[in-house]
């Protein structure tokens, strides 16, 4: 079984290479700094909320909303790809993809499971 996972968490790893370059992940306090780049953020998951109303999924880093630095966004016709996502608030994580601004806050739209990796 821990074959299999690090068998699974090295070819996800593998995917955030091409995404963001070469460059090291970054903490969510700095993901502001990145709005348009493909990269990593790297830290502990705050929160994790679903929203009943929209079918939208948050995975807060950096505090809870409204105080939180990063978020990542799973809507509505990508949850079926992330189930039990709840269980990873509290636990260090890595997000891939392109940060982008929404109300002010960077975030990363989640639409594959490699783009989410639990440490």
Not at 33 to 55: C, L, P, R
């Amino acid at each position: 079984m821990k074959r299999l996972v690090a068998l699974l968490l090295a070819l996800a790893l593998s995917t955030f290479a091409p995404l963001a370059g070469a460059a090291d992940p970054i903490p969510p306090a700095e993901a502001s700094q990145h709005i348009g780049d493909a990269i990593v953020v790297e830290g502990v998951v705050s929160q994790v909320h679903y929203d009943k109303k929209s079918g939208v999924t948050f995975i807060n880093m950096g505090g809870s909303y409204p105080n939180h630095t990063f978020t990542a966004v799973i809507f509505q016709d990508y949850s079926a790809s992330f189930p039990g996502v709840e269980a990873i608030e509290g636990k260090r994580i890595s997000i891939a993809g392109t940060v982008e601004l929404y109300r002010s806050k960077p975030q990363i739209v989640l639409r594959q499971t490699s783009q989410l990796v639990v440490e």
